[in-house]
């Protein structure tokens, strides 16, 4: 037999190639201008495995140039367009059209769902604030972002720092969360909005409406999930960002994350540092004749570090993280006569530290058991010194230092089955919660409250536009008698692009540890725990429509109304004394209530132009047992925000506008007495800045304004003097910024 010798010379030279890479170009274009889509994050990975076998980002044509061995999976990221998924073959070039988001309806979302869920798809009402709009608004931390959106609202305290409300309730009823896992340490029943940093966000997640059966307690309100970026995005990115504002702010932080076969990592570290506001025109040593320093905003200074480990395998992840927060505020004290040498200084520092690890394992494409466990510590220490100025030396303040620790465990783990196209889907899991609260300033020094609960759901959709969605939670707390909570959420889908959200749902908060057994006391504070409160209960309605027009080419807008109704029983209100400047009282009110309707309306031209309009009428009404009660009291909010983009000088220019209507607070004329109401005159805010890229969109330069409307202390209308707020000491006003500002933002970003 003869063998054709040349033939099998060939075969052999050429068959060794088949297993090595071949060259592949791949072009990413914007579906609507075909325009290339430069920086998009293009990850490669085999079938029927995450390993990541490539990542890549596209160069300012839109281009990659890839290694390829086999067929394999790409998918392709980048904000403002719908993630991309396909197959790509060896030496076979392709073309993508990547799909732009002209409405944000189709941004995939995770809290409260099963798993990832488009967001149109969601039977709850989830509101996203990516990346790309948290570096318009030039975003510090948390309240920067969150001062401008509808329906909520900020406010600032000297020494317990910012807080919020949403929907006419207080910080104590919006559950905030990490990842999922819950911010502990609640001041006055808040989250200090000041020390929930921005490095490293992916985006926000807000859910407005009672979350109680998913999250449990304080979520009567809504729960906002802030989610970081994780650390497989990219086989290597980095940034460094620098920012300066003129009332004497100065921050640096910095990421780095890599990725190494099936192995991730991400660090993240940055100090953040503010020198104090004094009012304009005055020197720290001449506030009056004696050279008292008063500053409503104390200086401090904030450090903060993180790290994700993640190991990824075919069908499941396996995460670990920990993050370390610390911070020192100085309050500064009058001089003490009589030569007015010394005076007497106060030291908060605080420190925050969450363990934490997260686990999912699919066993198919519609089957998960996902877990997350974690250990938060948040301690806060008070040093008080007597400062003698003649010699520096500074001498500790017997029976005036104090610290408080408090510390949760946290596990929940849940198994949920069915996806966006299932009939019934349903879920159901563990949400185990124990927090220990010790000090001297804590009853008996230390205590412990528990709450162990079981919840589960089913989501049926019985036709394709109806979506019903009936969930239970049963609760063990330790320290009280907790109901079986419920809820019932519907979506109905009356057109493609018409569909309409209703839910009712009841809610349970127990008191705080701090609410029933922390005494907090410092110069413009008197706040006693109150061992004898009772647990809340509630019951909320909402309904909202949606509508999002036909995409005309580039344009497409959208409007939505939410009407809700809260009804809270036994709330608890921590409310100042109208005769004493200082003291504060914990107490239930038989019922609190607050109803709205909530309007926004958006619009975008992609890629230039994004414009949105929203309006809020809320009404709040408090009945005491027994009590002449007041009257529903309404307030109305509105906003808007304009995005600019001029494509050949490649700068943003960005408008936020806001207008905080007359607002009610209660006050207490004496302990055990009905409350009094007073009203928070309205203001407006105005946030202008403008931002551009440089060198291939890896330094950018942004420079605005903040607060341009100057506003500082807004006064609260029929106080009497002496009957402040809780964040004054005895004034009729309070602060809620420190003024007109100017801001300078420099980012330097690298990726491979």
Do not use: C
Request: proline share 4%; net charge neutral.
């Amino acid at each position: 037999m003869k063998i054709n010798i040349q033939k099998y010379f060939i075969a052999l030279l050429f068959v060794p190639l088949f297993g090595f890479a071949q060259e592949t170009r791949i072009q990413v274009l914007d579906n609507i201008n075909y325009e290339p889509v430069g920086f998009a994050n293009v990850i490669l990975t085999p079938f029927d495995d995450n390993t990541i076998i490539g990542g890549y980002v596209t160069d300012i044509d839109g281009v990659v140039v890839a290694d390829i061995t086999e067929a394999s999976i790409i998918k392709i990221s980048y904000v403002g367009f719908l993630n991309y998924t396909d197959t790509i073959y060896p030496g076979k070039d392709k073309t993508i059209y990547l799909k732009a988001i002209s409405y944000n309806v189709d941004e995939v979302v995770i809290t409260g769902q099963y798993g990832e869920t488009k967001q149109d798809k969601s039977i709850y009402k989830v509101s996203v604030i990516n990346a790309k709009e948290i570096d318009q608004r030039a975003a510090v931390n948390i309240r920067d972002v969150l001062s401008t959106e509808l329906n909520i609202r900020t406010s600032y305290d000297g020494a317990l720092g910012s807080s919020m409300t949403m929907r006419g309730l207080g910080g104590e009823h919006i559950k905030l969360l990490i990842d999922g896992v819950p911010v502990i340490g609640r001041e006055n029943g808040n989250i200090d909005l000041d020390q929930i940093n921005l490095q490293n966000i992916d985006h926000i997640e807000g859910v407005n409406g009672p979350m109680s059966v998913v999250y449990g307690s304080n979520a009567l309100a809504g729960v906002i999930n802030i989610i970081t970026k994780s650390p497989d995005r990219l086989p290597f990115s980095a940034s460094l960002e620098t920012y300066y504002e003129s009332i004497g702010i100065y921050n640096v932080n910095t990421t780095a994350s890599a990725v190494h076969k099936r192995n991730s990592l991400s660090i993240t570290g940055g100090r953040n540092f503010f020198d104090g506001y004094l009012p304009p025109g005055y020197s720290i040593y001449l506030i009056d004749d004696v050279g008292n320093v008063e500053t409503t905003w104390k200086p401090k200074e904030q450090w903060n570090f993180s790290a994700d480990y993640k190991y990824t395998w075919n069908k499941a992840f396996l995460k670990f993280g920990a993050s370390w927060f610390s911070q020192e505020l100085r309050d500064i004290g009058k001089l003490l006569p009589i030569w007015y040498e010394s005076r007497v200084d106060k030291y908060f520092f605080t420190k925050r530290l969450v363990l934490r690890s997260d686990f999912k394992y699919d066993f198919s494409k519609k089957s998960r058991l996902q877990a997350v466990a974690s250990y938060s510590k948040y301690n806060k220490v008070k040093n008080t010194y007597l400062n003698d100025l003649t010699t520096l030396t500074k001498y500790p303040t017997p029976g005036m230092q104090d610290t408080s620790t408090f510390s949760s465990i946290m596990f929940r783990t849940d198994y949920s089955y069915g996806n966006e196209n299932s009939i019934l889907k349903y879920q159901f899991g563990i949400d185990i919660n124990n927090e220990t609260g010790v000090g001297k300033r804590i009853k008996d020094k230390e205590q412990e409250i528990g709450d162990y609960a079981f919840f589960m759901s089913t989501n049926y959709t019985p036709i394709p536009v109806l979506n019903i969605q009936p969930g239970l939670r049963f609760i063990y707390n330790t320290k009280f008698n907790a109901p079986i909570i419920y809820s019932l959420n519907a979506k109905y889908d009356v057109t493609e692009r018409f569909l309409i959200r209703a839910s009712v749902a009841s809610g349970f908060r127990a008191p705080s540890l701090k609410e029933l057994y922390l005494n907090f006391v410092d110069v413009n504070h008197d706040i006693h725990g109150n061992e004898n409160l009772k647990a809340e209960t509630s019951v909320s309605t909402n309904v909202m429509f949606q509508y999002y027009s036909t995409p005309v080419r580039d344009y497409v807008w959208g409007i939505e109304l939410n009407l809700f109704n809260n009804n809270i029983k036994d709330n608890i209100q921590l409310l100042p004394l109208l005769n004493e400047s200082t003291l504060y009282s914990y107490i239930n009110v038989n019922r609190f209530l607050t109803r709205g309707v909530e309007l926004n309306f958006n619009n975008n031209i992609y890629p230039r132009l994004t414009l949105k309009f929203g309006f809020t009428f809320t009404g709040q009404k408090i009945d005491m047992s027994g009590a002449n009660n007041l009257d529903f009291e309404y307030y109305t909010d509105y906003n808007a925000s304009f995005n600019y983009w001029l494509k050949k000088l490649d700068l943003t220019f960005s408008v936020y506008f806001k207008h905080n209507g007359e607002s009610p607070r209660l006050y207490l004329p004496e302990v055990g007495e009905d409350p009094i109401l007073r009203k928070m005159d309205s203001y407006q805010t105005l946030d202008i800045n403008m931002s551009k890229w440089f060198w291939k969109k890896r330094i950018n330069l942004q420079v605005g304004g903040k607060n341009l409307f100057n506003n500082t202390d807004i006064s609260i209308s029929g106080s009497p003097s002496g009957g402040g707020g809780g964040h004054t000491s005895g004034g009729s006003s309070l602060p809620v910024n420190w003024g007109r500002t100017f801001f300078v933002k420099l980012q330097f970003r690298y990726s491979r």
